[in-house]
């Protein structure tokens, strides 16, 4: 997905970014197996075959993870870091809490509510022009 010129001039005035750990990356993949694993550490030859990632991929994923205080490394086994292991455990706690408390929404309920939402932003500015 291409990024605003603005957003590409401050690339890397802050320090690395913090790595995408969408469900559909390496880093996402690896990222949430280790959390759902928490109680566990990998060599890289069983991350390559427990999860379906590019062999040559997760050796420099896990340290891009690991300079960012997702995982810790000790000898040839890797885990997800205490701290993170901490947010990500909360984290999906609460959300599993709030699905608990209002049901959750199915993925068909969120499709249908996105084919009639109307962005905020858009609808503010709308309204603004009716206004003057």
Request: a negative charge; proline letters at 5%.
């Amino acid at each position: 997905m291409p990024i605003s010129k603005d957003k590409f001039q401050t690339i890397g005035e802050d320090g690395p970014s913090l790595p995408d750990l969408s469900p559909d990356t390496t880093q996402g993949t690896v990222y949430r197996f280790l959390v759902e694993h928490a109680d566990q550490a990998f060599r890289q030859r069983e991350l390559v075959d427990a999860i379906d990632v590019p062999a040559g991929s997760v050796g420099p994923t896990l340290k891009r993870l690991e300079e960012h205080g997702l995982v810790d490394h000790r000898d040839q086994f890797w885990a997800i870091a205490d701290a993170e292991h901490g947010v990500a455990s909360a984290g999906l706690h609460g959300a599993a809490t709030a699905d608990e408390l209002d049901g959750g929404f199915s993925d068909d309920a969120v499709d249908s509510w996105m084919e009639t939402a109307v962005d905020p932003i858009d609808s503010d500015s709308n309204h603004s022009d009716q206004r003057e």
